[in-house]
């Protein structure tokens, strides 16, 4: 706990192992942490597959380095559905700040949790922020149009598009698009780029109302969604995308003073980890003396159905 909160890279990297093993003695500690936790900026950085989030995540290292601040980045990547693997990719293309000691890179993969983010990531945030790092960039995997548990985790939530990646307009209505801060329209030097921004513009513009209404979001009154351009290749759009974090970080801090603004976030953060404590204690009950084996069985034999048996699980762990 004490090197943790000393920033001692080896206990963070260890206990960043014990909670991605599940190892019980990491829960308690992450009770410990969390009153040292509210100090980071959390920057989520998501997008469909191949938008380059990974540059553009290797760009804002680099830009915020140079303000001396020290950055934390947690880099989810897919697993295989057959073996459970993955490839961690992600560090390959970040060699560049391997060795600077302000810079702490660390990939997990999703082990078939669904939302762009592992059933963890959470808690590695909470870590990185009670060790003092100053922000932590949380890029998901590729995702789809409803894969946005980002959202929910990050202060700022950064969507990453690129032009002539299939219909513009499709993408426009896809799940994902709901939830951004800032759109970083990458690889702009590509055709297709000015009619990306427009289109992207044109429906904020038309679902400003809706925007400002989202219960589901709990973002800083008033903003509206910023549209940068950026060439993350090439270091172009960095500046203006920088300026935008920073614009919604000051708005986020102001809402903040807003006791129902906290309140909100509070109970979000509440339901998530509610969500995740219930899922694996009645995963661990299942597995448990071969409850699940019963539950099959029953099935089989057609004594019982899905419904009914889900339920008395649920009531079985209430009587735990």
């Known amino acids: 706990m004490e090197d943790v909160l000393n920033r001692d890279i080896r206990a963070?990297?260890?206990?960043?192992?014990?909670?991605?093993?599940g190892v019980g003695e990491a829960r308690s500690i992450l009770k410990q942490l969390y009153s040292h936790t509210g100090k980071a900026a959390i920057v989520g950085i998501t997008g469909n597959p191949g938008a380059g989030k990974s540059t553009l995540v290797d760009q804002l290292i680099t830009r915020y380095r140079a303000q001396k601040k020290t950055v934390a980045v947690v880099a989810v990547d897919p697993s295989s559905p057959f073996s459970g693997g993955a490839i961690l990719g992600?560090?390959?293309?970040?060699?560049?700040?391997?060795?600077?000691?302000?810079?702490?890179?660390?990939?997990?993969?999703?082990?078939?949790?669904?939302?762009?983010?592992?059933?963890?990531?959470?808690?590695?945030?909470?870590?990185?922020d009670a060790m003092g790092w100053d922000l932590v960039l949380v890029e998901t995997v590729g995702v789809g149009q409803d894969?946005?548990?980002?959202q929910r985790l990050a202060h700022t939530t950064v969507v990453v598009m690129a032009p002539g990646m299939g219909d513009e307009i499709q993408a426009i209505k896809a799940g994902i698009l709901e939830i951004a801060d800032i759109f970083a329209v990458n690889k702009s030097d590509r055709d297709g780029a000015d009619r990306t921004v427009r289109e992207l513009r044109l429906m904020l513009d038309m679902g400003k109302e809706a925007i400002q209404q989202q219960q589901e979001r709990v973002c800083p009154p008033g903003w509206m969604p910023r549209v940068i351009k950026t060439v993350s290749t090439k270091g172009e759009g960095i500046d203006e995308l920088m300026t935008a974090l920073a614009e919604h970080r000051k708005a986020y801090e102001n809402a903040c003073r807003d006791p129902n603004f906290v309140r909100a976030r509070l109970r979000r953060e509440f339901l998530d980890v509610f969500r995740r404590t219930l899922f694996t204690r009645g995963w661990s009950y299942l597995m448990h003396e071969d409850h699940l084996k019963e539950v099959v069985?029953?099935?089989?034999?057609?004594?019982?159905?899905?419904?009914?048996?889900?339920?008395?699980?649920?009531?079985?762990?209430?009587?735990?």
């Open 297 to 320: 069985e029953k099935l089989q034999d057609g004594s019982s159905d899905p419904y009914t048996l889900a339920k008395q699980a649920v009531n079985a762990l209430g009587r735990l």
């Open 90 to 128: 992600d560090r390959i293309r970040m060699q560049e700040h391997a060795l600077d000691e302000g810079v702490f890179i660390r990939s997990f993969a999703t082990r078939g949790h669904l939302g762009g983010l592992t059933g963890t990531t959470a808690d590695v945030v909470h870590v990185f």
């Open 147 to 150: 894969e946005v548990e980002v």
């Open 12 to 21: 963070g990297a260890r206990l960043l192992r014990w909670i991605d093993d």
